[in-house]
């Protein structure tokens, strides 16, 4: 099973560009996250959404938008990438909130530079 | 702010038990204690939960104290391949999402 699928899985943007990481899931998951771990720290989210077409803002929302137009799709997008942005993505996905408490399925990670 | 306590970093020897404890000061009687790992480059993986009983599953067992301030991850035969950064948190589920928060971890470093 794929699980939880991050495209692209290493990305080089310059300052300023705008771009699109993808987050899909095929375990029929409601809710899906997007994160960001930089060096020699956790995790913190970005974005989430609880089914499709919604989203919600997380710790670390601002210089991100995200999209949930399809429920196995959860796009995460940087309109003006600044060197800050300089992380690793991480998506994840879970059950929902008839089924409380069930663990997140997290992807490989996206590696984004922002020269 | 991440709300548990771990220590930095533990050694194990190959083979023997990995015993990962973490603090739970702040806890709500609501909230559910996870337990995620991160090997190197890879994205965390859930390794197991509970609330208030010992849970037990293929990877691990978890102990949790009857004050749930205190919890214990037990890989019992621990190899190579566990070497990785143990991440315990405080799982509150709310109306929307099922918001993880992670703290810095502890780095189990398993030794042939």
């Known amino acids: 099973n794929a699980g939880v699928t991050q495209t692209p899985k290493f990305r080089v943007l310059k300052t300023g560009q705008s771009m699109t990481l993808l987050c899909a899931q095929d375990m029929n998951h409601e809710y899906m996250y997007w994160y960001r771990q930089d060096p020699g720290m956790g995790l913190r989210l970005i974005h989430y959404s609880v089914g499709e077409g919604t989203t919600a803002k997380g710790e670390v929302p601002d210089g991100y938008n995200v999209s949930r137009l399809k429920k196995q799709n959860f796009l995460l997008g940087l309109e003006s990438a600044a060197p800050s942005q300089t992380s690793v993505y991480f998506c994840?996905?879970?059950?929902?909130?008839?089924?409380?408490?069930?663990?997140?399925?997290f992807g490989d990670g996206t590696r984004l530079s922002i020269l | 702010d991440a709300k548990t306590t771990q220590p930095p970093s533990m050694d194990c020897a190959e083979g023997r038990a990995a015993n990962l404890p973490c603090n739970h000061s702040?806890?709500?009687?609501?909230?559910?204690v996870y337990w995620y790992r991160q090997i190197h480059s890879q994205g965390p993986q859930y390794i197991i939960h509970?609330?208030?009983n010992n849970e037990t599953n293929e990877m691990a067992s978890l102990i949790i104290t009857e004050d749930r301030k205190s919890s214990t991850l037990i890989l019992p035969h621990a190899t190579l391949r566990d070497t990785a950064v143990y991440y315990c948190?405080?799982?509150?589920?709310?109306?929307?999402?099922?918001?993880?928060?992670f703290g810095a971890g502890t780095i189990l470093r398993v030794k042939s």
């Open positions: 702040t806890i709500s009687g609501n909230e559910y």
């Open positions: 509970g609330l208030k």
């Open positions: 948190i405080d799982h509150l589920t709310l109306e929307y999402g099922n918001k993880l928060v």
């Open positions: 994840a996905s879970s059950l929902g909130v008839l089924r409380s408490n069930q663990p997140q399925h």
